[in-house]
């Protein structure tokens, strides 16, 4: 991007709800589910029905409100948003305007920016509760286009922030952070994949030292932290581009194929006006008592940052490992239920951050769904902080670990693993070694420091890399000085 101009960046993140129904029937919200198996009449809209607000849609929103520093209304209210289109059967989603159910608040994120990593506080400009619509499935082979029903009236959070990113980093950081706090909230599960996290980016462009907006455009739905950088990258260039030209931007919203990496318009935008938002006659407004939301703050679990700092303090970790390791809750619960079995955090964090990060980006799976489970992690660090087995054999049962999930005593045992720590078998081996090797002895007393690593490997060697290598080095060296 062009350094005389500065990107202005919005998001507004919807996230799914992890509630078992949906916001105003008793429909279950599993997904996956064979289309329209998952409706009733009234989150299809049929006349005469009467919604009802499912409690624990308002419990979640204040908790996501609680965690982000929002201030909680204690009064709001639920509005008709009034559209027509295939995937919005009533041709009004539920939804709030004016008195949302949380507002104002901001959260702290790391950003890792091209000259190094720095803090900034995002502004929060409101959390509403509101309905999800139905998903239209296109069908490229027939031309059709078919309504499944199963995602209407799914709970939806939407989280607004304010315009203060500026830049992809900044917009991809906040993104992280909020999925983060979601999933220690246990509010949603926070699927990028499955859409149930997913982002609309508000973007302008302006000339450095402008303190007017430019003319923003909303893209729609993304669903990956990837697909939000690109379109931040290619939607600036694009809006700058057409200013320099002398072109006009355009209010509008659109659409990005991650795929092509271009960016199109769908429609122009809509105002607020055009909705025609007025009060949800059928539901109540929502009233919250002192005591409520008292009871909600009490009970949030240990946020992110919090535990970072736990972290950093209690197990003596830096702070980037402690960081890595409460990104996300899961990686988070496998670390603290390992070192209960075996207390060395530091090589733990190793070995996760490593070892098992590698292993998980490559099976493209979570750690839940890790083969290794953290009894038999933490098992593998005992066996090497007590010398049972070597580092460099540690790492050979580590990957046959990963790849049968059995535990680490049972594939040392069976495969012979155990290190040779006996002095005379090690004496022996070494005295050999040293014995075919006369020049190598002759570079060491040269000078030649690379030699004793020669020789130390020649030792692994013939033990297949079991002898404890501590050993082998403390003898070699006895050997050499002496002969
Ligand atoms: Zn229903």
Known sequence: MREDYEVIIGLEVHAELATHTKIYCNCTTEFGSDPNTHCCPICTGMPGTLPVLNEKVVEYAVKAGLATNCEIARFSKQDRKNYFYPDLPKAYQISQYDLPL???????????????????????????????????????YTGDTLVDMNRCAVPLIEIVSEPDMRSAEEAVAYMQTLKSILEYLEVSDCKMQEGSLRCDVNLSVRKKGETKFGTRTETKNLNSFRAIYNLIEFEANRQIEELEKGGVIYQETRRFDDVKGIGYAMRSKEDANDYRYFPEPDLAPIVLSEEYIADIQNHLPEMPHIK????????????????????????????????????????????????IFRKLNEAEIEIDACPIKPKDMAKLVELLDKGVISSKIAKQVFEEMFESGKSPEKIVEE???????????????????????????????AGKDRALGFLVGQVMKETKGKANPK?????????????
């Open 415 to 445: 495969k012979g693993l155990v290190q040779i720590s006996d002095e005379s078998a090690i004496k022996e081996i070494v005295t050999k070694v040293v014995e075919n090797n006369p020049q190598s002895v002759v570079d060491y007393k």
């Open 308 to 355: 970072k700092e736990r972290y950093v303090q209690m197990y003596e970790l830096p702070e980037y490992d402690a960081e890595q390791l409460t990104n996300s809750k899961k990686i988070a619960n496998f670390f603290e239920e390992t070192i209960t079995h075996w207390n060395n955090p530091k090589a733990i964090a190793n070995w996760i951050m490593g070892d």
């Open 102 to 140: 949380c507002k104002d608040g901001h959260m702290d994120v790391t950003v890792e920016g091209k000259q190094g990593n720095y803090k900034k506080r995002i502004g929060i400009t409101r959390i509403h509760i509101e309905e999800d619509a139905a998903k239209l499935i296109h069908d490229a």
């Open 471 to 483: 050993m082998v080095n403390e003898m070699l060296l006895e050997i050499l000085n002496q002969s």
